[in-house]
């Protein structure tokens, strides 16, 4: 869209195309990731209906979100994170849309749960992206989520979850995927790094851009603990049942019921 003001002339964002760009550089690093959403939502649908109240954790782009409400048009969603740059693109893509609202807060703040609009949720979804924590804040975390899904709700986490007693399973499939990977990258596909230089040369990312990596310098992940510890904890933290329902040889989606 060109907007005119005055002898001045914009070109407003496109917003479909950065998020486009974002899922592709996404599955540049994990090609099954839509299947973890349909089983995501095949879950939500099963355990809460399809007017879900859900909160978008660490939300990025809005990933979920999308997803979410192009098979459930009824539901609700609040979608929080700190990153302002990824934050920028979803406020963006879902502005007028009353149906989505948007906190910006840092999960390791004790009061970040203070800023939602609503004190309960039917279902709290994330995905790949609670992996820079380590175990002990995942853990209190994990705590304050479990205060927030109403009785009968859901948790779901999508992400890195490796099982350190099977190193030889591991390595194969670290080699077979990198292998993958560079094939992918020799065709076009943009990495992490990529993608944000994309985004810090943006006329409307630059500055965001810029923010988000004084907020949190390069990427770093945390412990990465296996889809047992997560369930153990969050059975721990006050979810009646937890349990993985759907893996790769390196990721999970881990299922807890309030």
């Not at 502005?95 to 039917?122: C, H, I, M, N």
């Not at 994990?142 to 999508?158: C, H, I, S, T």
């Not at 030889?168 to 080699?175: D, L, S, T």
């Not at 985004?199 to 851009?209: F, G, H, R, S």
Request: hydrophobic letters at 40%.
């Amino acid at each position: 869209m060109t907007t005119t003001t005055g002898t001045s002339t914009t070109t407003a964002p496109d917003w479909p195309a950065w998020q486009k760009s974002w899922d592709r550089q996404q599955e540049w690093y994990m090609p099954d990731r839509e299947e973890r959403f349909r089983v995501m939502l095949d879950m939500v649908e099963a355990l809460v209906g399809s007017e879900p109240r859900v909160l978008d954790l660490a939300c990025g782009t809005g990933t979920i979100t999308a997803r979410l409400l192009a098979r459930f048009p009824k539901a609700v969603s609040t979608g929080v994170d700190l990153d302002p740059a990824l934050l920028t693109i979803a406020e963006g893509t879902f502005d007028g849309d009353d149906r989505v609202s948007f906190v910006t807060a840092d999960l390791k703040d004790p009061q970040w749960t203070t800023l939602l609009p609503y004190e309960s949720y039917d279902a709290v979804l994330t995905a790949t992206a609670l992996h820079w924590l380590h175990s002990e804040p995942l853990a209190a975390l994990y705590g304050q989520v479990a205060e927030l899904v109403r009785d009968g709700g859901v948790f779901m986490n999508a992400d890195h979850m490796i099982d350190e007693s099977t190193p030889r399973i591991n390595a194969a499939e670290r080699a077979q995927r990198h292998a993958r990977m560079d094939q992918a990258k020799s065709d076009g596909a943009l990495d992490w790094a990529e993608w944000w230089e994309v985004a810090a040369k943006d006329p409307v990312l630059a500055a965001p851009t810029a923010r988000r990596f004084e907020i949190y310098g390069e990427h770093a992940d945390g412990d990465m603990p296996s889809a047992d510890w997560h369930a153990r904890v969050l059975r721990e933290k006050g979810f009646g049942e937890a349990r993985p329902v759907w893996r790769s040889p390196s990721d999970a989606l881990v299922l807890a019921v309030k």
